[in-house]
């Protein structure tokens, strides 16, 4: 297993359209693992293939709240075959927005068909939280970010803060300072997904 680097927004890979894979083949096994071993390491309760700059139809998962306790789940080609009239709104965050948390409004209740870890065709429903960090992660091999679903003017106010940060941080490593640990702590109700 190894530990990749997570892409921050605005990187132009974070808008792309991922790919289908063509099976669940030893690559691409290892390819989740690596993924999961990244998602654990941020930490973050879900990530997806794009966000470690690999343009393919790769998420994991690992939900462990009071109310939910999913383990690690991997999917490869997830698509949402059905979905409910009845919303949900979560404060969201991500991996790829660090720091930076908002409310999103999506379908309350989603299934999900995808292939298993031994490429076996599997269908999930979820609820609650898992279902928000199902779409959250589909998402992104979309090239969405859960900023697209909120306004113009406070999706461009987080993405400047973010471009500023990241100056910042390349002006103190050209500096030769050390980088700087995010002093904000997270938000107990966010989920960096
Ligand atoms: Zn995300």
Redesign the pocket.
Known sequence: MALRTILTAPDPRLKKKSKPVASVDAEVGQLMDDMLETMYAAPGI???AP?IGELRRVIVLDIDREEVKTGPIVMANPEIVAASDEDATYEEG????PEHYSDVVRPAKVTVRYLDRDGGTKEMTCEGLLATCVQ??ID?LDGI??IDHISALKRNMILRKLLKARKEQERDEADGKPADKPKSKKKESAS??
């Open positions: 879900g990530l997806a966000q991500c991996l790829s927005v959250h992660e992104h970010l859960f960096a997904i």
